[in-house]
């Protein structure tokens, strides 16, 4: 199961925090795949098959910091550990247009990663491919900055770093090993 963490589609789709959810729409559209809304899972899904493996993706259609009652209904219905799911998020911590893969337990700070965390009340690693959206010059405004639009530039920077992460398939990679 593929994962982008997301605010609510038509307010918050084109904002930093829902980087992760630009990388699961653009991974269906690589696949000729739309996601729909599925209300039992509080959220868009698609499914697809690659290499003998049946691969489901889900963008939440709730608020970050509760996304983890999204992805915990899917998972208990299709019976898929949190170990066996890839989360997609943004991430302060990187520049734009830099992505990096984590297989670990935490969450940084990160809301989104706190609640899965809270909800799946496991203590076990799990994947995180980290989207560079940059950090605020002022610390203190940050949830400002993670709720408002890229610059044109850093879009572009991030996009281009979500379709080479496609083209190369890392991602799925990792989950099919």
Do not use: C
Not at 28 to 51: C, D, H, M, Q, V
Not at 77 to 103: A, Q, R, T
Not at 105 to 129: D, P, T
């Amino acid at each position: 199961m593929i994962v982008g963490l997301s605010n609510p589609k038509i307010d918050y789709h084109n904002t930093r925090h829902n980087v992760g959810s630009w990388f699961v729409y653009s991974l269906a559209k690589s696949y000729l795949k739309n996601l729909k809304k599925e209300k039992k899972f509080l959220g868009f899904t698609a499914s697809f098959n690659i290499e003998s493996n049946y691969i489901r993706l889900l963008v939440p259609d709730i608020f970050m910091n509760i996304n983890g009652h999204s992805i915990l209904k899917m998972a208990s219905f299709y019976n898929i550990n949190l170990s066996e799911i890839l989360i997609v998020h943004d991430d302060l911590e990187l520049d734009p247009g830099i992505i990096k893969l984590k297989y670990s337990y935490g969450h940084n700070g990160h809301n989104g990663l706190r609640n899965i965390i809270s909800v799946f009340n496991k203590k076990i690693n799990f994947h995180r491919f980290r989207i560079g959206i940059g950090r605020p010059i002022n610390r203190n405004q940050t949830a400002s900055f993670v709720l408002s639009k890229p610059t044109e530039n850093e879009k572009q920077l991030i996009q281009k770093s979500i379709l080479h992460a496609i083209e190369e398939n890392f991602i799925l990679k990792i989950l099919i090993r």
